[in-house]
């Protein structure tokens, strides 16, 4: 056996028949990425395992702990990278848990003003959120693919009657291959269509059911006062932690939210 390193592996997706479709495979590698482990030794949940990357080197950070001059014991987060004895990432200060936490907090608050600010609480109107303009072209769609449902039920009725035609002698086999060969053509561009009409219209739906979704969440949540796993698997998809900046004090640290408005 060779082993190739995966930049010369050659892969031909859908080449077999998947045992479930691609949608709910997503969502599982999602959650089982957002899973939150338990910590080696004590078997206490870390509630933002997974959701913490290096922004420098994409790596994980990974959470350890110290103690502080009066003997209290502290958490931390820092880049797997940088805890590994020969390492390439420069990201290497840690960040203190409930400093995360704190900052967590603020940020999840000030999203929720601004939701309430968007007057989104008192009335979700999806026509207004994606536009009028989108609901107009929803509506040719489905419109649309009423029309190429019904003439395909035409075209199938018509090829039973050719069939049996064939059958009492009205047509030869000739003329039955030629009608044949252009039904199946025809056949095949209404059902091409008809899957783009549907991707179009579930990806409309999909966007319906994510701002209901939003309305929901900031009902259940009027200010957030400490973060909890509930809490981060509602609102946080991925926290990316930039390097520390001695000169200026500071650190980049980006959110990627679960809804964006």
Known sequence: ?????????????????????????????????????ACKGHGVKNKYSGLIECDCCHRNFKKTSGRARNGEDIGYFKCSDVSMPVHECTNSKAIRVDALDELLCNKINERITKYRDLSVMENINVKELLGEDKNNEIDVYKQEKKELEKKLSQKNNIYQDMYEDLKTGIIDIDEYKLFKEKYKDEKDKIQARLVILDNKINEYNSSESTFVEVGKLYEKYTSVKEITLDILNSFVEKIFIGEYDKENNIRDIKIKWKYQF
């Open 1 to 37: 056996v060779v082993y190739l390193p995966k930049e010369q592996w050659i892969v031909y997706e859908n080449s077999h028949e998947p045992i479930i479709d691609k949608e709910v495979f997503e969502k599982a590698q999602e959650i089982k990425k957002n899973k939150a482990r």
